[in-house]
């Protein structure tokens, strides 16, 4: 388990991330939401409906956002996207177009259209997929850490995953360890109660682990403290429970 957290998890977290982007980029109408604002190159845009099958939009509101200039509002009733040698092309129909004007406020101009087209640079418009915390390996967190203490900056966050994934692969031992004896005392009792304990030990164990999270992020505990603490508790527990059941 710890090959897999530290290592393969990671990058293919990693690797899918990068997997959708390009995705998008080749069919940006898998980033439109409906009713929601999307930023794409210079344009926020809302759909009102989204016909992905036949890439029809409508109810489309669009604010141009250019550099010391006022925001040009553009509307249209319905439209479509196309995708043109890496230039998205937005194809408006039965809309307007409006922009104020900077000397007075109160004052913009309206242009009417049938049909009108935006063209959108994917390049631009692409995020740069740069690694999170959670898609990053072993060697490149320590790495991190380790580049960061240099600089007398604070590394917690990149603490508390470091520590977490390793606390998280011996669990599995942890849990054995309690669920070996716990199983062998509720096999009388049924399968309902072993169920039962083994959802109560799971509950506390990631109670404890979110808490202990809370408490690094807060500076009141280091973070490998917080992070060992649920295996430190239940591993207690669970050789006790060996020990108990092997006197009987």
Known sequence: ????????????????????????????????????FINIADYRIYVEKIKRKKSKLSGIIIYQM????????????????????????????????????????????LIDFKNYDILLSLASS??????????????????????????????????????QRLSLAVAGLVFCLIGAPLGIKTHTKGKTVGFGLS???????????????????????????CMWTPNIIFGIIGVWLVYRTSKK
């Not at 990058?11 to 980029?25: I, P």
């Not at 509002?73 to 998205?88: F, P, V, Y």
């Open 1 to 36: 388990l710890i090959p897999f957290n530290q290592t393969i998890a990671p990058d293919f977290l990693y690797k899918f991330r990068k997997l959708y982007f390009k995705v998008v980029c080749k069919n940006p109408l898998l980033k439109l939401e409906e009713h929601t």
């Open 66 to 109: 250019k550099k010391d200039e006022l925001p040009t509002l553009i509307t249209a009733s319905s439209g479509w996207l196309e995708n043109k040698d890496g230039t998205l092309v937005l194809h408006l129909l039965d809309g307007n177009i409006r922009q104020r004007e900077k000397e007075a406020f109160d004052k913009y101009s």
């Open 126 to 163: 692409s995020p740069r997929v740069s690694k999170r915390i959670k898609e990053m390996k072993y060697r490149e967190l320590r790495s991190e850490i380790a580049g960061l203490k240099k600089k007398g900056l604070p590394a917690v966050s990149l603490l508390i995953e470091f520590h």
């Open 199 to 225: 959802l109560i030990i799971i509950f506390l164990y990631y109670f404890i682990l979110a808490r202990g999270i809370t408490f690094a992020n807060k500076g009141v505990f280091a973070p490998a403290i």
